[in-house]
């Protein structure tokens, strides 16, 4: 059982930047692809972005393709989601998701989620 604990969200102004974190634990992370997630209020979960179990490969929604990046640290069982560029748009609660097969939709394991605001 995979435990994701997610750290980094606040409030920042449109135009800000903010570094999401996720740690795992319970299994062995490089075993994992990893996934972010967001969920605005009053609308559905959406997909983020993806990456693969080494790093290698990624995906992005077109909404933040060119703003964010993800990436991991397989030492430090750690993923990434850095946010430039943000918009209020962008606010939502943000959560990793973790499963042995890269996908942009279904994930067996989920954080709980780190809340991002962004002012305009």
């Known amino acids: 059982q995979v435990q994701l604990v997610e750290s980094g969200g606040g409030l920042v102004q449109a135009g800000g930047s903010l570094r999401l974190s996720c740690v795992a634990s319970?299994?062995?992370?490089?075993?994992?692809?990893m996934g972010w997630f967001r969920q605005a209020p009053g609308k559905e979960r959406e997909f983020v972005a993806a990456?693969?179990?080494?790093?290698?490969?990624?995906n992005y929604a077109d909404s933040v393709k060119g703003r964010f990046t993800i990436s991991r640290t397989n030492a430090k069982n750690t993923v990434y989601l850095q946010m430039n560029s943000l918009k209020p748009e962008d606010t939502a609660v943000y959560s990793c998701?973790?499963?042995?097969?890269?996908?942009?939709?279904?994930?067996?394991?989920w954080g709980r989620g780190t809340q991002v605001t962004v002012s305009s």
């Open positions: 990456i693969s179990r080494r790093g290698t490969i990624t």
């Open positions: 319970g299994g062995t992370f490089s075993d994992y692809a």
């Open positions: 998701a973790a499963d042995v097969v890269f996908s942009t939709i279904k994930y067996d394991y």
